[in-house]
Structure formats: C-alpha cells, structure tokens
C-alpha cells in the first residue's frame, strides 16, 4: 500500500505547476478569458510540447499510455492555475472516446493530431430537455446510403464554438431516454447543415449550441457500435468525472490557501482576523473537506485503476463530496474575505464560479447521490 | 500510488476473518453484553486473552515489545475486518494508551513490571487526566504531588475516569511544581488502585448505565519508582499518547459496520407499505454517512501510509478525531430514526415478549453514551484548535 507517485509522475506535476507559475498568472488567465477565443493558441502548443496532450492515449498512436493518476495529477494543477485552455474537451472527452472506442482508421486519423496540438475536439452530449441524463436523447441519426443524417439540437458544448471537430450522440433507435439505441458520430463543425451558436458561460469558457439539419454524416465516422454508444460514452464521462474532481480540489485548495493568508494580513480590531476562533474553525472546516475529497479523489483514481472496488459508485460519491465541499469552500472563502470576496477584481469569485460549473458538469451532487443510492441500495426497492 | 492487495495479504485477510469467526463465539458475545460489571469484565478479559493467545493482542506495539510487527496494510486489514465482523476494540487504556507510554519512555524495570500483565489483560488500566476543573484545558490540572523520600504524595482528584471501578491501575499526570508554564510542572505518573486512599464515586451516565467515576486522591503514596521519565516533563508524555489516542478512536470500521446493521433493520422496518430502506429521503441519510465513510476510510489510510514511511501522527490524528467521531453519531442518530418510538422504551420495562422490538433501547444506549466521542480525547473543539495551529498556522 503507498499513496506515493513515481518519479515521472512527479515529474508531470511539476512541469504543469511550473508553467502556472511561470506563464499562467490571473491577469494572463483574465486577459485570454476576454480574447475572441477564450483560450490561448501559443499555450496550447506548449500543452502539445510538453506532452500533456498524449497523457491518455496509447503508444501506438504517439501516446504517452498514461493513467488515471496521470491525468489526476494533471488536472489538479489546472485547476489551480484557472486554466481555461479546453483540456477536458479536447483530449479527454473527444479525445478519450476515439481511444476508448473509435475505429482504427479514426485513431490514426485524429489521435496523431491531438497530440500534437493541431486538432480541437469536442463532445456533443446535453440537449434542452436532457439536464444531467446521458441517455437522453433526442437528436436522431437515420441511415442514408453510404452513413447517416443527422437532425435535431445539442446545446452547452464544451469548448463547440473552437472545435474543428466534433463527436454528437444521436438516438439510432429507441425511445428517448433509452439506453439502448445511442449511436455516436464524429463530424466536422464545417459540415454542411451545421449551425452552431457560440456563447460565453460565467467561468470564462466559450461554448456552443449545435442546430444539425440533415447532416450527412459517412458511415466510417460512427464512433464504436450502431446503438451501443451509451457504455462507451458513460466510460469516457465516467473518467471525466474523475478528472474534474480533480480539477476541483486543485481550486479548492487554492481557494483555502487564499483565504488563509488573507487572514493572516487583514486587521480589525487590531488583530489579524487569523486569530479569531471562529474563523479559525471555520478554516479547519474548509481544510477537512478538501482532505476528504483528496481521498475520495484518490479512492475513485484506485477504482478506476485497479478495480478492487465498483469505479462507478466511487465516483458518484467523489462528485457528491466535490459538490458539498465545493459549495462549503467556495461560500467560506467568499465570506472570509469580506467584501474584497465580492469584487470581480479579486480572483476568488472565479474560482468560486468554475468550482459552480464544475458542480453541473456531468451531474451535480443530488443526480450522482441518486445514482449511488440505487447502485448501493436499489436491492430494497421492491 | 496503489492500494491494491497482495495475496499475501488477502490470505491474511482471511485468515482474521476465519479467527474472528470462529473465536467470537455466540457465547461470549452475550457474556460481553452483560451489564453486570464483574460478568461484563470477565468476559472481556477472556476475549482479550484469546487475542493474546493467538499473537494479536497489540497490533500497533513493537514486535520486541510482545506486538505484532505488521505492515500499515495489516494493521489496517486487521482492523476492518475486526470492525466489519462487529468485535469489540480491546479496552484501550493499557493496549492503545499507557502502553506506549512505558514502551517509549519507561525504565526497564517498568517495562518488565507493566507490559506483560498489560498484554495478558492481567492488570486493567484506566485513564487519569481530566479533573473537575480541568477539561479542555487539561494542562490546568491541580492533582498534587509532593516528594516524601521514596515516594509522591498525591492530593486531588480525576472525573471521568471511565472503568475506574473494574481498573487495578490507573495513569495519571499530577502536577509536581507550580513553577513557570502550567505544562512544565506535570508529571506522569502510576497509581494502584489498592492504595490506600483512593477512593472511586461512581457517576450515572445518560445512556442510564455506569462507566464513568471520580477518583479521589487522599494522601496516597505512590513510589518515585512509579513516575514515567522525568518529573515535570510529563506533558511531553502525556502529547505523544493523545496523538496516539485520536487516530485510534476514528473507528471507521465500526461505523460501516453500524451503517449496514442499520440498513439491513431499515429494510425490515415496514413505512407505509414500503422497505423503509426503499425511501428515498432515508437512502440519502444513509449514503450521506456512507460517502463520508468511504472518504475517512482513505484518510485514514493515508495517515497509516505516512506513518509506516517514517512519520508519527500529528494534526492529522486531529482529523480523524473529529471526523470518526462526527460519523459515529451520526450512524447512532439514524439508528434512533429507525427505532422510532422504541427508542424511549426503557431497558426492563417491559418483557421481550411485550416489547416485540429489539434494538430500540440498544440504539438509545449508544446514541446518548456517543455523546462523549466528540467531548473525550480532546473535544472536537480542541481538535480544531490543534489542527488550526499546527496545520493551517495560525
């Protein structure tokens, strides 16, 4: 039993705090925020160079073969730097489901190309109507001579108004919340009949709206099997919950760090308000619940790794904590800094707003208690 | 990082299992039940001895010492399964608590004299440190000790000196100088029970039952032979064992094991037609302590994974303190949700037969004796402080 990492994991750490440290302050973070494009090019690059955009993938394809303690690792450090360059996007979601479950062809087409930086991807998975449910779906893909033609909406794609190419869920059979029935495709944002509404959220990141009418899409660009998407794409989120968990916990503790030199200088009644046993408390309150996310985080990554345990209730329950510790740390961190917490110059409110994101990325805390509730306890529900 | 077992160690797993099953017999857990104090201790002693037997008394103690020697892993393997199959902890004073007191910092003619009656449950221990005006702030203590040739004098008195009237020892810090800072002028020290002088008042407890005493100090004689290292230097002591105390009362185990006893007596428990394990709202009662748990159950890990490398429990002790203890009352309080009505049934008030209900008062007993987690050991509150000044520096 060890919670140690090896030396190249260290290794990765360290080159994404460096670049934080060294490249990514909260004015940078600001300024690309405000860009056009919502994130940096010239960063994104030096993801590619530094190999973090090869973590998930395999050898054979470039890939630096890593696993989920990898991109843990990873995503923390994002997470405290604020990072708005489309990681998850990119080559966890898109990424992820052409290794996870794209045809070889399909691999070696895009895989190559992510890695080196040159290709932004993203996954086309929530409509109006679905809120949290995966399966979901509405969007439907018929089949036409030589693919599929693809009709109906996706909305709040992450990093969709950047993406040169995206994967959509789109019901190739069945009813609507089915699982059964799901098919996934890969297309082109250029594709004729694609219209797409590109919008900002409130933790700086740009995304789209997706109108499909009657895109044609070729058959070789279905992502794994006819009505067998599901499984594959609730393997990717599953991973990808993980992964923003970690991210999360990166923020949290950066968040309690802020907090807790901001009450080491602010005086009132003469004293740093540090000193005050209420706050005190409080602020071990805040440091308890990173801890404990800290080791769900790791429980979930050990699941996911080694499979002693069921990965899927794991990680419902490390979204459930992420969002009650969340809300705990983000809220104390806020009411700490007094009215400082409520000025957008500061940078603790957008660390506040992408932890609230974080929280509606893949379920929020009551959807993954749900899930956990009925994978643990559904034996009673006769 | 990897967390995964070998099978050497899945073959030990099974081989506590197998020992726990057949070794905790029926028989002796209704004897360990029993609230009659002389049947409750015998039964206790001839568990602990069982353990003894088979090598396993002190899983945390030095193997030259008479412990175990185990891996982090085994120790934590151990202590699940202990906590999953429902066996009692060993009673901690002497295993958990001045045990490693007289191992680290004791004579060698105190180590001969102590360890092994410790170990063979021969001898009961019981603690010494708070007094009726010295809670949290134990340092504040006024026990006396005054030096009279070969011996201390002790003056005072201690409270809530849990099995005080079952112990033959008890561990004491007493203060030996009033001069510069209060903890400067502690020393710790070994009283019999037998010596003339003490005196045990017993203290009726709200669970209704009788652990908890006072123990007066009248002019009692005690050997310099019987002070722990230096005198005045009994704080330094006293910190190491605390440290020691909190991570052991996390209990995480316990607490998953009273969560699925409430969860298979929730889906026996009829709610309007349905389970009451099918309710939703309860569900997430349940799963709100269970999440938790899962979470401690890897802190706890990690902190046995520092201290294997080489590190001693500090603050992070602190932690587990608080949040085994938070999880222990909250598994009691849903325990009283599901009893209902029962759980104001008092014990012997009516028959088996009339009462046709049967944890109702259990979960009462240990809802209100479960009060004392967050207040023993250091309150909660003097966690948070702890944890406030050693880890967040402030």
Same mark, same amino acid.
């Given at each position: ?21 060294? /490249? ?14 919502? %994130? +940096? ?11 973090? *955009? ?8 470039? !890939? ?23 990681? *998850? ?12 479950? !794209? ?41 036409? /001579? ?17 993406? /040169? ?14 699982? +059964? ?11 004729? !009949? ?9 933790? !700086? ?6 109108? %499909? ?13 006819? /009505? ?59 440091? %308890? ?66 932890? %609230? ?26 | ?48 001895? $069982? ?92 026990? $006396? ?75 009692? $004689? ?118 209902? &009505? ?21 979960? $009462? ?10 207040? &023993? ?18």
């Amino acid at each position: 039993m060890n919670f140690e990492f090896t030396q190249e994991q260290v290794m990765l750490r360290d080159s994404v705090a460096r670049f934080i440290q060294d /490249d990514y302050s909260f004015d940078e973070r600001q300024r690309i925020a405000q860009s056009d494009t919502a %994130m +940096s090019a010239e960063h994104w690059s030096t993801f590619a160079e530094l190999g973090w *955009l090869s973590i998930p993938f395999a050898e054979e394809h470039g !890939g630096f073969g890593g696993s989920a303690v990898d991109v843990m690792l990873v995503m923390e450090q994002l997470g405290r730097g604020l990072v708005l360059e489309p990681y *998850l996007a990119t080559t966890l979601l898109f990424g992820g489901l052409l290794q996870n479950g !794209g045809s070889a062809a399909l691999q070696a087409e895009y895989i190559p190309q992510i890695i080196e930086g040159k290709c932004q991807g993203a996954f086309a998975y929530l409509e109006r109507q679905s809120r949290y449910e995966l399966a979901d779906v509405l969007t439907s893909a018929s089949a036409v /001579d030589g693919g599929y033609r693809l009709d109906g909406e996706k909305v709040v794609v992450f990093n969709g108004a950047n993406a /040169d190419h995206v994967i959509v869920s789109a019901r190739t059979s069945g009813q609507q919340s089915e699982e +059964s029935g799901i098919s996934l495709f890969l297309l082109s944002m250029n594709s004729p !009949g694609v219209e797409k509404l590109g919008y900002r959220m409130m933790d !700086g990141q740009l995304v789209a709206n997706l109108v %499909m009418k009657s895109v044609v899409v070729p058959a070789a660009n279905r992502v794994g099997e006819l /009505d067998q998407g599901f499984a594959l794409m609730q393997a990717v989120v599953m991973q990808a919950t993980m992964a923003v968990a970690a991210e999360a916990l990166g923020i949290m503790e950066q968040l309690n760090a802020k907090t807790l030199e901001y009450t080491r200088t602010r005086k009132q009644f003469g004293v740093t308000i540090g000193s005050f046993q209420a706050l005190q408390h409080r602020m071990v309150d805040t440091f %308890m619940a990173c801890e404990q996310t800290r080791s769900l985080l790791y429980r979930a990554v050990c699941a996911l790794t080694d499979g002693n345990e069921d990965p899927a209730a794991t990680v419902h329950a490390l979204k459930v904590m992420v969002d009650r510790a969340g809300k705990l740390v983000f809220g104390e961190a806020i009411q700490l800094h007094g009215g400082m917490g409520i000025t957008d110059e500061l940078d603790i409110g957008h660390y506040a707003k992408r932890l %609230m994101m974080i929280n509606t990325t893949f379920g929020n805390g009551d959807f993954h208690q749900a899930r956990f509730n009925a994978l643990r306890y559904n034996t009673y529900n006769e | 990082m990897d967390i995964s077992f070998t099978p050497e160690d899945l073959a030990f797993r099974d081989e506590v299992r197998a020992f726990f099953a057949e070794s905790y017999d029926a028989e002796l857990q209704s004897r360990l039940a029993s609230h009659e104090p002389q049947v409750f201790k015998q039964a206790v002693v001839e568990w602990q001895k $069982r353990l003894h037997t088979k090598g396993w008394i002190a899983p945390d103690w030095p193997v030259e010492y008479g412990g175990t020697g185990w891996s982090a892993t085994w120790q934590f393997i151990y202590e699940t399964e202990r906590g999953l199959a429902g066996v009692r902890n060993v009673v901690p004073f002497g295993l958990k608590m001045v045990g490693h007191v007289i191992y680290t910092f004791g004579t060698q003619a105190q180590k001969d004299r102590f360890l092994p009656a410790i170990l063979a449950s021969d001898e009961w221990w019981c603690q010494g440190y708070s007094e009726p005006g010295s809670g949290s702030d134990l340092a504040s203590l006024k026990t $006396r000790a005054v030096r009279d040739g070969d011996d201390y004098v002790v003056t005072g008195a201690k409270i809530w000196t849990t099995y005080a009237h079952l112990a033959d020892w008890i561990f004491c810090l007493v203060r030996t100088s009033t001069e510069g800072k209060k903890q400067e002028g502690i020393s710790f020290l070994l009283i019999d029970m037998k010596s003339p002088g003490v005196k045990v008042n017993p203290i009726a407890s709200i669970d209704n039952y009788h652990s908890l005493n006072e123990v007066e100090f009248n002019d009692v $004689r005690v050997p310099v032979a019987n002070r722990i290292g230096e005198q005045d230097k009994g704080w330094t002591y006293a910190k190491a064992l605390l440290a020691h105390e909190r991570t052991a009362i996390a209990e995480v185990a316990d607490s998953k094991r009273g969560l699925s006893h409430i969860r298979q007596l929730a889906a026996a428990e009829v709610n309007g037609g349905k389970s009451l394990m099918a309710d939703p709202i309860f569900q997430s009662r349940v799963s709100d302590i269970e999440i938790e748990l899962m979470a401690l159950e890897f802190t706890e890990l990690r902190v046995l994974a520092a201290v294997a490398s080489g590190g001693t429990p500090g603050a992070e002790s602190s932690l587990l303190k608080i949040k085994g203890t938070e999880l222990q009352q909250a598994v009691q309080a849903l325990a009283m949700e599901v009893a209902a &009505y029962y759980q104001g049934v008092l014990p012997n008030a009516l028959t088996a037969e009339q009462l046709g209900h049967s944890f109702g008062s259990k979960a $009462r007993q240990s809802f209100m004796y479960g009060r004392a987690a967050t207040i &023993y050991g250091g309150s909660n509150e003097v966690q948070k402080n702890i944890i406030a000044k050693a880890v967040l520096g402030l």
